[in-house]
């Protein structure tokens, strides 16, 4: 079942799935209020909608061409509509007012309350904090409704399965049940009415699916993640107060936001395309001139943005792990193609020599232990090889040798790249490769072959202290689940395996 609404779910980039998402709850809104359960007018519904969607459209276009950034126009639209969710759908002159100063301002907050060219705030929470503090508007979270309700938990649950968030909005729903509690007791109020109403009629089912979940203003650390879902949650509850001062929804993300800048790595790259290297018949290097010093760590991760016409479903930005080394002055991405392709993928075939792209979101948690003493096991699939090729080439620039098996899963010998970097490792530092090559017929001449498809029995025949070694699994969805299944079905601690899902490919 999981399995199959990841399947569904890769056939959209996040920011698309959002779209349709938040696009499918002001459709039922309207129908709610045609069927009279909502007490808004439809039309002002739609309209309020429209007015939100393209004044943010316009106003990032105007925005983007004065700061000369390339844009990412799916953003815009994703704040139209998120603003048009919790700000009162009615449209008397100052409630437009009101939509388009909102929309202004959170337009704005991403190009001028910026560090390193990175947005601090969720765009439409700091645009209703601060229409708030100026002329006292404040968003209603109309969207916190028990009508809405079914559609929010469905579509955000989609959300945060696809981008893998499901930890952090458990902590953050304990944390903000706690918090009710708690405040609920303090102020002698009914507790069973106040959790009541958090559930039914509160914004904190659509603030936590949809506003926390913006990877741009939360952490990239799962840990900081945790603790970010923890302090939103803990802040949400209209009772929290401290002394005079009351919390609102946006006030509490807001200060979230300002927990993740402060845990965040603040790297935002306008790149130069150098170079592009063939590695193999499906596989292309990037090579990039980062135009300033950035520091990451190897294994990790950014992402990329093209601007393109005709962009389809899957939108204009992908994640594509850094395969150079923080020791190397380029950055390089290694990145697969296929026949029927993305639009994206068509857009980053064409790009010249001097394209410049927007790279930013650097994270990840598929990086080396401190202690160089852990034995390591990598199992990359295909291009999810590209975390180790980066892993490699730093110990091999550092002359650090640490215990390392690798097995490299490929079709066959024409899909292997970075055969420099394998060579060098298992040369200058004893790191043993074991090519897994799931084509019948094999005729490769190098030691170390393994003719069939990667399991658990193979794992445990050739590494004899498996149990022992902190496991790295990068590639496919498909591949990573099913050998992390194997692995803990075989007693293999959660907590010495470690992934890099490349969803995308299936
Ligand atoms: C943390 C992380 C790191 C990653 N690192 C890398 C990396 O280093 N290198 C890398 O190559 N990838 C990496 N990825 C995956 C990358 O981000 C893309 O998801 C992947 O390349 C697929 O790209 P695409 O959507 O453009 O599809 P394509 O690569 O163009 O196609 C993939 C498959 O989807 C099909 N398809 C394409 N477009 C559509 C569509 N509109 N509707 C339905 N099916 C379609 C294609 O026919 C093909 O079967 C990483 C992903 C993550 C999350």
Redesign the pocket.
Known sequence: MLLKIDQFL????MYRLLIYYLTSLIALAIILALLGTITYNPLSILLSSAITVFSCWLINLIFASIFDLPTAFESSIITGLILSLIISPTLGLYNILFMLAASGLAMASKYILTYKHKHIFNPAAIAVVLTALGPHQTANWWIGTGSMLPLVIIGGYLIIRKIRREKMILVYLISTSLSTILFALISRVSVSTSIYDMVFESAVFFLGLVMLTEPLTSPVKKKNQLIYGGIVGFLLPPQVHFLNFYTTPEISLVIGNIYSFIVNPKVNLLPILKEKIRLSKD?LEFVFNPTKNFSYLPGQ?MEWTIPHSNT???GNR??????SSPTEKDVR??????????????A?LSLNKNSLLLAGNLG?D?ILPNDKSRKLLFIGGG??I??FRSMLKYLIDKDEKRDIILFYSIKNETEIIYRDILKEATQNLGIKIYFVLTDKKVNLKVPNIINQRLDFNILEKVVDDIDQRLIYISGPNIMVKQLTRELRKNNISPRNITT???????
């Not at 992908?318 to 395969?323: A, E, Q, V």
């Not at 991405?333 to 068509?346: A, D, L, M, Q, T």
């Not at 890099?500 to 299936?506: A, E, K, R, T, V």
């Open positions: 890769d056939r959209f980039s596989c991760y389809d479903s899957r992908r994640y594509f792990t850094l395969s991405i290694g990145v697969k193609f296929y026949n029927k392709g993305s639009s994206f993928k068509k980053m990840g598929f291009i999810g590209t975390p890099d899902l490349f969803s995308g490919y299936s």
